[in-house]
């Protein structure tokens, strides 16, 4: 990695999921002309994007598994594989919400 290949200003990059219409350069924006978001609504696209994500990795993990139980799967592999990708993005979710949580609670503990 060289140093011409970091961005300059601090950018969200959210990886790419097969089916998804995120691309692996995504980036959220605040609006249209592609200027400054700010930081409550950049975040609540992060999370929007990680829970809807996640609610369809869980619907090809579900239906990947039924295709299996009725014997209609082309191959077992694609089926843990859709399985892996649903179990790794529920616990990122569950990470986030764990340290939004402590972050949350460090704040109310501090003196004003």
Known sequence: MNIGSIPSAPALVIPAQAGTALGPDSRLRG??????????????????????????????????????VT??????????LAVAEADLSF????ELRNRITEAYQDVMRMQV
């Open 71 to 80: 014997g209609q799967a082309d191959s077992l592999h694609g089926v843990s």
């Open 91 to 94: 616990r990122l979710i569950l």
């Open 31 to 68: 609006n249209d002309a592609g200027g400054p978001a700010s930081g409550g609504q950049a975040f609540g696209q992060l999370v929007d994007q990680l829970v809807s994500g996640q609610a369809r990795a869980t619907t090809a993990a579900d239906s990947a598994v039924q295709s299996l």
